[in-house]
């Protein structure tokens, strides 16, 4: 990242790509390339008929503060401060940040009340060695007003949720759902 002459040079920029691609240092790809790819992951795309050094001057501005956004939240240490984010308005429903909001735990811990902790697409427990998930039916990315929504909530182990992705929005809970959920196990077991 250090090269003289580059405008987004510093900290805070490696920082940003750290947190969106992983380590900043890819051969062959100037910081300009780094940058337009760490950016698509924010929702921002370069097209195609500029250089991703026009481009990333040109919305200079606007790449600033997705970087300066990544700062604040990761040294926003205590969940209060990450709800402060979230209530502001300053954590995107799409990120990781998201998940770790008191906000999102409690939907979360409401949704295993309901329906167990146990995969409503092919019935596996953390006693399978699967780590269950709490899943978005509408994705956060595409849906970001039902990032906090019980109704759009399922339950789905690690292997059935990394098969999903974003295009799929299969609802999976036609099974009824299970009463009796010991809530002290699902802690223990899930984190
Ligand atoms: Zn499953």
Known sequence: M???GVVFVGAIWTRYLKSRIGYAQKSGKS?????VLAAAKDGMHKPPEMTTKQWCKLNETRLRALANMVKKQQEAATPNELSALWK????????DAFLETYEWRR????????YGARCQCCGATAADGVRINVDHIKPRKLFPHLALSLDNCQILCQPCNHGKGNWDMTDWRDAEPIQEVQ????KLRIF
Request: positive net charge.
């Open 88 to 95: 502001a308005k300053k954590i995107n429903p799409a990120s």
């Open 2 to 4: 250090a090269r003289k």
């Open 107 to 114: 939907v979360r811990m409401e949704a295993l009340k309901k």
């Open 183 to 186: 809530l002290k196990d699902v």
């Open 31 to 35: 910081p300009y390339d780094l940058i």
